[in-house]
């Protein structure tokens, strides 16, 4: 065909809804159009593309073996009730008026089925199965062109093994087939929730690519590919000086000097000097915890060190507990017993500044060791860009991500749940231990998490869960958190 045949509808203007620049290039490139909210046409040019890196994907999943399915857009939804996940997507699934049928957002379901009804011995297995499939996602709010659509092409692969060894090397493949994957598309990626230096230490792992339209902020190391969610990073920057003698601890009077950066510039101290104070409640127990400076604390890390959800306290509350409003709480003179918790950077300070629990006073000369009972120090802080890496000591970089892949260990969560056995070696019945594999749209198959759809994994910066009548929902959008 001449190319001037062609249909390549091109146009000069910025389409007014097309904020990211992958969506307004493949719009003005004629790559594709919208049909309706997150539907989109993929037209010629597009649609050639999307080819080109199915045929990557298609080598690279043959080349460790992985045998190609096509399985039905269209699932009986009593399968996505064996493992109670027509619950867990809410209103992400998209249900069949006649309630009987949904429109799958993923397939693990389906091929644990398969699984189920064919796989009988530990010999038929290791097996990798794979498509490149069409899924639905009912997004409360599509954006971002083909990044947030409702209708989406992924690749999803599943590993079936005998052992957990099995799993191992399935996985291993998996991630090496990945690198290449992504080596040819000439992208250049990094990958978070890697071990440092031995590959499938941990259970799942995230290809991300750089980009300012992602929604995941990651601390990234271009030294030596540390990468993490700034949720869990760390960084190896210095802890508080500890002077040899502690002088007595002194209160100072500091009328209407409530922030850290006001503390540190009416004593002429620097802000290295001064330990701010939090207070948050876990349940009904309320904690004190001191950070650095200016250090911010890091709302997903305290989750995890109380093993619980987390709100910071009323100022009613920070006045009946410690005798003062926020600004001017410290660890001494607090009127009410509470759990102490600091930070890592605190661990045996001294000569620092505080609160004194009095409204416009300050303490000085606070020793941790000797004036503080704090029960144990955390890394409680959310990592800032130019911080050392914690594994090589060059500087880190703070970045936003797109998820372009995700490897994950299931293990046995669907097998068991649907009952797909074999029979090991002697004979005895095992539930297969299983992998799943995407690349596209991602769905959250990390069942640690718990996630919204359009606020996924930003609860540091206080979105979270509540409870709308039965149903676990977003508190920023009301959108459906599924714990998939
Ligand atoms: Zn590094």
């Given at each position: 065909m001449r190319f001037t045949k062609g249909f390549f509808p091109t146009v000069k203007e910025v389409p007014a809804?097309?904020?990211?620049a992958s969506h307004q290039l493949m719009i003005r490139a004629g790559l594709m159009r919208p049909l309706g909210a997150g539907i989109y046409s993929f037209f010629p040019l597009g649609y050639a593309v999307m080819k080109k890196v199915m045929q990557i994907i298609r080598e690279e999943m043959d080349a460790i073996g992985g045998q190609e399915f096509h399985l039905p857009a269209?699932?009986?939804v009593e399968l996505w009730e064996e493992t109670d996940r027509v619950k867990a997507f809410g209103d992400i699934m998209f249900h069949l008026k006649n309630r009987a049928l949904v429109l799958a957002p993923t397939h693990e379901e389906i091929i644990t089925s398969i699984a189920r009804n064919h796989i009988k011995s530990y010999?038929?297995?290791p097996q990798i199965w794979y498509q490149i499939q069409t899924k639905f996602r009912n997004e409360p709010r599509p954006k971002s062109g083909v990044l947030r659509g409702r209708q989406f092409t992924m690749k999803d692969a599943y590993s079936m093994d005998s052992t957990w060894d099995g799993l191992d090397v399935s996985y291993n493949a998996h991630a090496e087939a990945y690198r290449k994957i992504y080596t040819r598309c000439g992208l250049k990626f990094f990958i978070v929730?890697?071990?440092?230096?031995?590959?499938?230490?941990?259970g799942s792992q995230e290809f991300m690519v750089e980009s300012n339209a992602g929604e995941d902020t990651v601390a990234l190391c271009?030294?030596?590919?540390?990468a993490a969610n700034v949720e869990v990073a760390a960084s190896a920057i210095a802890k508080a000086s500890r002077t040899e003698n502690s002088k007595p601890v002194e209160e100072i009077h500091t009328p209407n000097i409530k922030s850290i950066d006001e503390l540190s510039e009416f004593l002429k101290i620097?802000?290295?000097q001064c330990a701010k104070s939090l207070v948050y409640f876990c349940g009904e127990t309320p904690v004190l915890i001191f950070m650095l400076g200016n250090d911010q604390m890091n709302e997903a890390k305290l989750q995890g060190v109380l093993g619980g959800d987390v709100r910071p306290a009323h100022p009613e509350e920070l006045l009946a507990l410690t005798?003062?409003?926020?600004?001017?709480?410290?660890?001494?003179?607090?009127?009410a017993k509470m759990k102490i918790i600091a930070d890592n950077?605190?661990?045996?300070?001294?000569g620092l500044y505080s609160g004194?629990?009095?409204?416009?006073y300050h303490v000085g000369n606070i020793d941790f060791n000797r004036d503080v009972a704090v029960e144990s120090y955390h890394d409680l802080r959310i990592v800032e860009g130019g911080e050392p890496c914690p594994d090589c000591g060059k500087e880190l970089r703070i970045v936003k991500g797109i998820e372009v892949g995700h490897i994950f260990k299931l293990g046995t969560k669907y097998s068991v749940s649907m009952k797909a056995n074999f029979l090991d070696e002697k004979g005895a019945e095992q539930p297969i231990i299983m992998g799943s594999y995407g690349i596209?749209?991602?769905?959250?198959?990390?069942?640690r998490s718990v996630r919204c759809s359009?606020?996924?994994?930003?609860?540091?910066?206080g979105i979270g869960r509540k409870k709308v009548g039965r149903a676990v929902r977003c508190t920023m959008c009301e959108g459906s958190y599924g714990a998939v």
């Open positions: 809804d097309a904020v990211i269209l699932n009986p010999k038929e297995m929730g890697a071990s440092s230096g031995a590959m499938g230490g941990s271009d030294a030596c590919s540390y620097q802000t290295s005798g003062a409003d926020a600004g001017s709480i410290g660890p001494i003179g607090l009127k950077r605190l661990e045996g300070a001294n004194a629990n009095k409204n416009d596209g749209h991602y769905l959250g198959q990390n069942s359009s606020h996924l994994r930003q609860r540091q910066r």
